[in-house]
């Protein structure tokens, strides 16, 4: 399979550890994205990758998220000092380069998502 | 901020009806794009409009863009059980590349 694959698919933890996702997006793909989502909601971006670059990193992202590329291919999301209302489903998406023409939006396409529950 | 609107939240329809939800944004936004997610699964990408007045159809999925680049409709014709999920439409503004992800439209089929 070459989607998005994403890991851990469920973590538990309890209030106050830290958390650790890992992303590998499509391998051609040099943009990456995490997102978060809860329940009857859509998608709430965090962050953005282009090739090792973070670009973006939401204004609403508190400073206990942190987001890397390394060598721009897979990516992890650690959250520190984990809070109930961290709970949520994280996604991870990737899209292929853009033409470069301004609003230039390729299709994300996403993983199966990690599901956080942080008691 | 910028925002997009999804109406209706829910949508309940006996099977081989119609659904239509709809889209509308408080900026311009450069093109739209529509995902599915079926329930317990990810977003998977429908299709994208960039042009004013866009239409497009995937077979029985009907997908307008308007003409000010601010709303946006997908209607399924005569809806089948593998039409159920969350409809949901995202779009970037002029003025950055990050989609604005709508709250998603619930399609629900009655038993």
């Known amino acids: 399979d070459t989607g998005v694959s994403q890991d851990p698919r469920h973590k538990i933890t309890k209030r106050g550890q830290n958390v650790t996702f890992r992303c590998d997006p499509i391998?051609?793909?040099?943009?990456l994205y995490w997102y978060r989502q809860t329940l009857g909601q859509g998608p709430e971006f965090l962050t953005y990758f282009q090739n090792e670059a973070q670009l973006e990193k939401s204004r609403l992202l508190s400073d206990r998220f942190s987001a890397e590329r390394p060598k721009g291919s897979f990516s992890t999301l650690e959250i520190q000092r984990t809070e109930q209302g961290d709970s949520a489903m994280y996604l991870c998406?990737?899209?292929?380069?853009?033409?470069?023409?301004?609003?230039?939006?390729?299709?994300?396409?996403f993983g199966e998502g990690s599901r956080l529950t942080v008691l | 901020g910028q925002q997009v609107m999804q109406i209706p939240q829910y949508q309940h329809v006996q099977e081989g009806e119609d659904f239509t939800t709809y889209c509308n944004s408080s900026?311009?936004?450069?093109?739209i794009q529509w995902y599915k997610q079926r329930p317990g699964g990810h977003p998977v990408f429908l299709i994208q409009?960039?042009?004013s007045g866009e239409v497009k159809k995937q077979k029985r999925l009907t997908f307008q863009f308007g003409e000010a680049k601010k709303n946006s409709s997908l209607h399924i014709t005569a809806t089948q059980t593998t039409d159920v999920g969350t409809y949901f439409c995202a779009g970037p503004p002029r003025s950055n590349y990050q989609l604005i992800w709508g709250a998603g439209t619930k399609l629900i089929i009655k038993p």
């Open positions: 391998s051609e793909h040099n943009r």
């Open positions: 998406a990737s899209s292929p380069p853009g033409q470069g023409w301004e609003g230039d939006t390729r299709e994300l396409f």
């Open positions: 409009l960039v042009k």
């Open positions: 900026t311009t936004l450069s093109n």
